[in-house]
């Protein structure tokens, strides 16, 4: 019991000296670590996610876990409603206004609530995209696990109350691991999580998000292997002439990508009329008919884009699978189907990128090697311009393929079909799109996003002394031998005022007969103190000096029920000298 007695304070005070070392945006090799922690804990969480759903499929589905085409028309008319009731009830009951989850909710609170995520969206995320995907609708896993990944990372950070900005950082970094456990592609998880998230790019917050992307990686190959996701033959370019072919498909995913966030902003936009029940359980119904028509859409649908990745299909049911595809998803997510929107965007950007090749066959002979390279162009292409992340989708091509002879074409295809989704249709990123139909905006700025790098505890003055209003001389004297810069002045027992320490000084020096010295009414400026956390960034510092009229601020964290131990104490001139640093 004694050692007890004396290991708890040492504990309390190294978790304080981390917390305070982990405030500061150069703390590289704690975050690294964290970095390294997170990713392990994504990786474990997107893996067991993964065996759920697949051990469900298998179970539930004949021959393999994505033979949805085998079950009976009823079982596929039926299995999406089924599942669209079960979601339904599961958020009315547990749900308490959360309904937008995946990318685009990782990138609310990434930009709002300093990366604060909730056990109640974890769960919610979990279950609901687990029963989408195995009930058969035509959501991507891809986007649940990025939001299990983020909420890992933030939910870790708050258990061990660290600072905002490394709360931040290890959403970011589930952000990534979530990427990398997904595909088994770790560079586009650490990419996706730069572009997506707009992160600055410096060495202290890269370190964290690789070693992130890394471990959750390592996670997922122990179990499920290291393979590529997509086996396609070497190609490679004969001639200029091969170039004509792919412009032809950088302007047709740049369209194709632009249909797809407009019909889920049309139909997000269009249902707000109704209440969240009926809403999912028309998505049940539409997902439904559509995998009683097409049941090729059902579900992620990887079985059939390592088809289109290795045969050439009939280009008029390619047509019919690409339409299919786009309403059964726009349908499912824009109704408040809790999944995924990459996978889809990868499924029928192969469908486009096979429909270029079915065109481009009846001009020229093609082998095997070029449909499946046209359907991976289509992949990159699609998934670039739908999610307004270039640079992710070429570097997912490399790594799903593992076939670095399509970066050039795939450069040029994926710029292609970004500015003309982006310029010549108008249209944001699918996350933004889904966003701002559900209410909300997200804004990215480089100021606020370097002052959200900065805890306070790496920013504030240490040198002060809290005191009463009214000091005998005697006391004052001996509080100016120990020169702090700054005086705490409390009024009503809480801290009120912050005055500089010079001040009494200069008062003690001019009147020589006072016995007393009221900090209150001696000449001073005194500047009106609030509370902060000692948890905030400075950005939120700012917000509360901003909004709260104050013109300085007391750094605290409470310590006990009613207890609050003050760290220090932080000026508008202190937050600036940050930033100008």
């Excluded at 740049?254 to 029940?277: D, E, H, P």
């Excluded at 948890?535 to 006990?560: C, F, H, M, N």
């Amino acid at each position: 019991m004694r050692r007890l007695t004396s290991f708890l304070p040492r504990l309390r005070f190294s978790m304080e000296s981390a917390r305070l070392r982990l405030s500061r945006p150069d703390a590289l090799y704690w975050h690294a670590m964290l970095g390294l922690v997170t990713g392990l804990v994504a990786g474990a969480v997107i893996v067991a996610f993964r065996l759920v759903v697949e051990g469900s499929q298998e179970a539930m589905l004949p021959l393999h876990g994505e033979n949805y085409e085998g079950l009976p028309v009823v079982a596929r008319l039926l299995l999406p409603l089924i599942g669209a009731v079960l979601i339904a009830l599961l958020f009315l009951r547990f749900a308490q206004g959360i309904y937008v989850l995946g990318v685009a909710r990782v990138m609310e609170r990434m930009e709002y609530h300093q990366g604060h995520m909730t056990w109640r969206g974890f769960i919610l995320q979990f279950l609901g995209a687990a029963i989408a995907i195995v009930s058969g609708h035509s959501v991507g896993r891809e986007g649940p696990h990025v939001y299990l990944g983020a909420a890992s990372g933030s939910l870790l950070g708050q258990v061990f109350a660290l600072p905002n900005n490394s709360i931040r950082t290890m959403a970011a970094c589930g952000t990534a691991a979530g990427i990398a456990a997904s595909f088994n592609t770790p560079l586009a998880g650490v990419i996706f999580a730069l572009e997506v998230l707009a992160l600055e790019y410096s060495i202290a917050g890269f370190i964290p998000i690789i070693l992130a992307a890394v471990s959750a990686n390592a996670v997922s190959v122990g179990i499920f292997g290291s393979s590529p996701a997509f086996q396609i033959p070497p190609f490679v370019m004969s001639s200029l002439a091969d170039l004509l072919p792919i412009l032809l498909l950088g302007l047709a995913a740049g369209a194709v990508s632009a249909a797809y966030i407009q019909s889920l902003q049309t139909i997000a936009s269009l249902s707000k009329r109704l209440s969240f029940f009926w809403r999912i359980c028309l998505a049940g119904v539409a997902a439904g008919l559509c995998g009683v028509l097409v049941p090729q859409v059902m579900g992620l649908g990887y079985d059939t884009q390592r088809s289109l990745l290795l045969e050439q299909w009939p280009w008029t049911f390619l047509l019919v699978l690409l339409g299919a595809k786009l309403l059964a998803t726009s349908t499912s997510v824009g109704l408040g189907i809790p999944g995924g929107t990459i996978g889809p965007a990868l499924f029928m950007g192969a469908v486009v990128g096979s429909l270029t090749g079915a065109l481009t066959g009846h001009f020229v002979a093609l082998d095997a090697a070029h449909t499946s390279f046209y359907a991976l162009l289509g992949m990159g292409a699609m998934m670039g311009a739908s999610l307004q992340a270039p640079l992710a989708a070429l570097t997912a091509m490399v790594e799903l393929s593992h076939s670095p002879g399509v970066i050039m074409p795939g450069m040029l295809t994926i710029i292609l079909a970004a500015v003309t989704c982006r310029q010549g249709f108008g249209k944001d990123s699918l996350f933004l799109t889904m966003l701002r139909a559900n209410g909300m905006d997200y804004r990215a700025n480089p100021v606020i996003a370097m002052l959200r790098r900065i805890g306070v505890g790496s920013a504030m003055n240490t040198n002060f002394v809290r005191k009463p209003p009214i000091l005998g001389r005697d006391t004052a004297e001996q509080l100016m031998e120990a020169a702090p810069e700054w005086i705490v002045v409390d009024k009503n027992g809480a801290p009120a005022y912050l005055i500089p320490g010079i001040a009494i000084a200069t008062y003690l020096s001019h009147t020589k007969d006072t016995e007393d010295v009221d900090l209150l009414g001696i000449p001073a400026d005194r500047l009106e103190l609030a509370p902060v956390h000692l948890q905030a960034t400075l950005q939120e510092a700012l917000d509360i000096l901003k909004s709260g009229g104050a013109d300085a601020l007391y750094v605290q964290r409470p310590l006990a029920p009613g207890i609050n131990h003050i760290y220090g104490v932080l000026t508008r001139g202190r937050i600036e000298s940050a930033y100008r640093y």
